[in-house]
C-alpha cells in the first residue's frame, strides 16, 4: 500500500513536470512567427500579412503536432505507474525535442519569408528547412516509440490494471507513427507547402483517432 | 465509482495543461512591448516611454481579456466533467488562438511606435493591426461559443450535478459574446484608441458580470 | 461540507494559476539581460561582462524581489479559502505587474549599458529606467495592500481558522511595504546603484521578516 | 495531524513552482539557439547549419544538466518535508542559477558561430564564454550542497522517515559534485569542445547513478 503510493506520487511529478514543457514549448511557438518591419522601405502591413500565410500554416502544424503528442504522453501515463531512472531520461529526451520544435518552427518561418535573395538560393533554404522542421518530427516518433517500448515490455512499468488490449492497440499505433513523418519528410523535398499540408492532415488524422481505445474498453469502463 | 475517478483524474490533467498555456500566454505578453532605443539619435528615455502609452494600453487591455477568458475557462470547466476527442481538439484550439493573442499585440504596438513613415501609410498599417487584433478576439469568442456548446448540448459533457439554469444562465451570456467584440472591430475602422478603449471596458464589465450566477445559487450553495 | 470542498477548490485553481504566472514572470527575466556584442568592433566579452556588473545587480534584486512577493502570496493565500469577482480581479493586476517587471528591468539593462551617448543624456535615462522600476515595486505594494485589505476585512474571504492575531500582524506589516519602496524610488533620484542596493537590502529584510508569525504560533500549530 | 498536513501542503506548493521555474528555464533554452541569417551575403543555411554543431552540443549539455538537476531536487524533496525561512531563500537562490543558465548558454552559442573576428579575439572570448558556462554549473553545484546540508543536519527539516542510509549516501554524492564541475572548469581553459563532452559525459553519468539508492532500499520499498 505504501509502495504503490509512493509510486503514484512519482508519475504523479514527472507528469506534472512534463505537462510544464509541453505547455510552454507549444506557447512558445508564438514568438518565432517573425513580426513584420514596418518602417519606410518596407511593404504595408497588409501586404506582409498576406505574405506570411505559409508562415501561419507551419504555426498550426507545429501547434497540432505537440498538442498531437501531449495527449500521446496523457494516454500512455495512464498506464505507466512505476518509473525507473532509465526511463526518467527516455522522457527527458522526448520533452527536450518536443522543446526543439521551435527552432526548426523559427528557421522554417524565417526562410519562408526572405524575398531578397536568389531564387535558387531561396529554394534550397526553404526545402533545407522543411527537411530540418520534418526531420524533428520522424525523432520525437521514434523516441516515443522507444519509450513506450521500454515501459511496456513485460509490462516493466505498467499499472497492474492496465488493459492488455489497449497496450496492444498503442503498440500497433505506435509502430506506424514514424512512417508517416516520414512521408512527410520525403515530400518536402519535392514540396515545401504540400509537406506542411500533409502535416496537417496527418495531425488532424491522429486528434480524430489517436487515442487509443480497447476493442472492450466498453466493456471496462461501464 | 472507479469510472467518476478516472473522468475526473482526466479532466483535472486537461485543467492543469490549459492553465499552463493561459499562464504562459498571459506572461510572454510583457514580451511584446518594445523596448526603447537608447542610441544616440533616438530622443531621450522619458519622451520615448510617454510616447508609448497606446502600447501600455493595448498590454492592459491583453492582459484583462485573457484573464476574463481564463476566468470563463474556470467556470465552464467547473461544470464539465468529461472529456472526449472532438472536446480535445476544440480545446485545443481555443489555446492556440489565446497564445496567438501575443502576436497582434507585438504587431500592434510596432505599429504604433513607428514614426519615420509617411502619415497615410502608417495611418493605413495602425488599422490593419488594430483590426488583426479585434479580429483574434473575434475567433476566441466564436471558439468558446462553439466549446461550450458541444460540451452543453444534450448536457454531453456535464456534471450530473451541473445547475441547468446556471447552464442556460451560460448559454445567453456567450450568444453576445461575438458581438461584443464585432463592435470593437468596427470601431477599430474609425479609431484605432477608441477599440482599444472599448475593448478595455468590455474586459472590465466582464469581469464584474462574466461569473455567471445561477438565479438559485444561494439556494443551491447556502 | 459540500460547500467547503467547493470553496477549497476554486481557490486552489486559482493559486495554481497565481504560481504559474510568478514562475514564468520570475524566469522570464533572464532574458532581459543583453547578450554581449561580439563583433569585431566591440571590446572583447571579458571587458563587456564586467561592464553589466550593474546589470546583474539588477537582476539579482528583481528575482528577489518577484520572489518575496511570491512567498507573501503563498502566505495570505494560506488565510484566504474564499474567492469572489473583484478578489479575481484584483488578484489578476497584482498578477499583471508582477509580470510588467520584466519591462522596467529590461529598460534599465538597456540604459545601464549604453554607452556612446553624451554623459548627461546618459544619466538622464539611467534615472528615468531607475525611477520606473522602483515606482513599479511601489504600485506592486499597493496593490498587495488593496488585495490584502478587501480580503481581511471582516473577514470577507478569510478561512473560519484564520488566527486573527496573525492576520493583525499582516496588517501591520503591510503598512510600511509602500514606504519602503517609496524610500528607494527616492533615492533613485540620486543614486541608481544606490537604490538597486537599497532595494536588495529590502529583498534580504523581507526575506528573513517577511514570514509573518503570530505571536501565539507556537502554541496553534505544535 | 493537523500540524503534519499543512507541513505537506507547504512542501506542495513549493515543489510545483520549483517545477515550473524548472521547466521553463529548460524550455527557454531553445531560444538562445541564434536563429541563422538567410540574408543575401550570408552562406546559405545547410552550411550554416552544419557550422553551428557546437551550438547544438551546448544545447543537449545545457538540457541535460537542468534535468538532472530537476531530478536531484525532485529526490531530495521527497526526503524533505518541513520548511522554513532560510530553506525558501536558498531554495530560490538555487532556482535562480538554474534559470541563470541561459544566460551563459546564450553567450557561449553567439561566441561559438561568430566567424568575421580576428582568431585570437575569438579563441579569447570562447574561452571565457565557456569558463562563464562551467563556473555557473560549479555555483549550482555548491549551492546544492548547502541547501541539502541546512535541510539534513541534524534532520532539521526531513521527514520522520527519512532513511538515515540514503540521506547519507546523498551526503556523500553531493559532496564531489563541484569536484566534478570544477574539472570541467578547469578543461575549459585548454579547450572548449572539449569541456562540453565532458560536461556530457557528467550528465549522463550522474543520469544513470544519480538517484541516490539507500543499500537497503530494497528491505524498505518491498
Redesign the interface.
Known amino acids: 500500500m505504501s509502495?504503490n503510493r509512493?509510486e503514484e506520487k512519482?508519475t504523479g511529478?514527472l507528469?506534472?513536470?512534463s505537462?510544464?514543457?509541453?505547455?510552454?514549448?507549444?506557447?512558445?511557438?508564438?514568438?518565432q512567427?517573425p513580426?513584420?518591419d514596418?518602417?519606410?522601405n518596407a511593404p504595408?502591413?497588409?501586404t506582409q500579412?498576406g505574405n506570411q500565410w505559409a508562415t501561419y500554416l507551419a504555426?498550426?502544424v507545429s501547434?497540432?503536432v505537440i498538442?498531437v503528442m501531449?495527449?500521446n504522453h496523457?494516454i500512455i501515463f495512464?498506464l505507466i505507474h512505476r518509473t525507473d531512472?532509465?526511463f526518467?531520461?527516455l522522457n527527458?529526451l522526448l520533452?527536450?525535442v518536443i522543446?526543439?520544435v521551435?527552432?526548426p518552427m523559427?528557421?522554417l518561418a524565417?526562410?519562408l519569408q526572405?524575398s531578397?535573395?536568389?531564387e535558387d538560393?531561396l529554394m534550397?533554404?526553404q526545402h533545407?528547412?522543411a527537411l530540418?522542421y520534418n526531420g524533428t518530427f520522424i525523432v520525437i516518433a521514434i523516441i516515443y516509440n522507444v519509450l513506450w517500448r521500454y515501459a511496456s515490455r513485460n509490462r516493466r512499468l505498467l499499472s497492474k490494471s492496465a488493459d492488455p488490449l489497449l497496450v496492444e492497440t498503442i503498440n500497433k499505433q505506435y509502430r506506424f507513427g514514424p512512417l508517416f513523418y516520414a512521408a512527410a519528410f520525403l515530400l518536402a523535398i519535392l514540396s515545401v507547402w504540400g509537406s506542411l499540408v500533409l502535416n496537417l492532415l496527418f495531425a488532424v488524422y491522429f486528434?480524430?483517432t489517436g487515442?487509443a481505445k480497447s476493442p472492450n474498453e466498453k466493456l471496462v469502463?461501464?
Open positions: 509502495e509512493s512519482e511529478r507528469e506534472a513536470f505537462d510544464g514543457v509541453f505547455a510552454i514549448a507549444i506557447t512558445l511557438l508564438i514568438l512567427i513580426v513584420p514596418l518602417t519606410k504595408d502591413l497588409l500579412l504555426y498550426l501547434f497540432m498538442l501531449w495527449v496523457h495512464r531512472q532509465l526518467l531520461i527527458g520533452l527536450m522543446t526543439f521551435n527552432y523559427a528557421v524565417r526562410s526572405e531578397k535573395v536568389p538560393r534550397f533554404d533545407t528547412a530540418l486528434a480524430f487515442r469502463e461501464h
